[in-house]
């Protein structure tokens, strides 16, 4: 009857071990999941501000540099092209680019 | 004696076992809400998407834009013209939709009469020169009409 009884608690530990070692996976995948969810969010929202500058730098307006921690880097490109202007908007988050584009348009005579 | 150490034998496993049910119960439902948040936020993220992509492809469509009041709302006004006739695509937020609208220049309707096209809560315009700007449920949207037309025909 105790060596049952202890058998059983043995199997249980062991169930419980196992147990433990699935849980630990599957919270690991959860956070895993979470954390893509956001950064797939998080570019969405880089692709349109990246867009947004493009347009306000074909229409000679100054574009938003800035958004909900999203910050944009300007750099132009010099241009082969006479009359044509080129430009790279790349998207930090954290120090980190997330998303660039490369834009041209042409240049209008004031 | 034999007994005692019987009863806290079995007490031990029933407590082992519900450590065992609780450890469960919490990486179920810790599933549950990532999942719940998952399917939120691609809901979410779709309907964003869309929305700018919607307004985008209308007004990279049209030939002339203009914002105007249609009423009490404000309406991103695409014109065209078909045999000889001047026919406006109007496009605004009413009642919790995004709505389009298409009819003849002097046709006499509501905006409740737009077919809907998505769930929106407010739509914003502005026109300076040739960059048109939309706010729709806050995301800012910004277009440079090429044409550099912002007047009806």
Redesign the interface.
Known sequence: ??NR??L??ME??I??LV??LS?AI??GL?AG??RL?EE??RQ?RAV?LA???A??L??G?EP?TA?DGLYLDIREVPSEIPGLKQAEITVFFEKEAIFTLETG?QEVAP | MKEKNSKITDLLALLVFAVFALCLCLVLLTGARVYRNLVQTGEETYARRTAALYLSTRVRQSGTVAVEDFGGCQALTCAEEIDGEIYLTRIYCHEGYLRELFCAENAALSPSDGEKVLEAENLTLSLEGTLLTAQLDGQTLTFHLRTGKEALP
Request: charged letters at 20%; hydrophobic letters at 55%; a negative charge.
């Open positions: 009857m105790k009884a202890s059983t608690l249980m530990l169930m419980v147990f433990s849980a599957c919270l959860f999941a979470d969810s797939t969010v969405d349109i867009q947004n500058a347009e306000a074909k229409a307006a938003e958004e348009w």
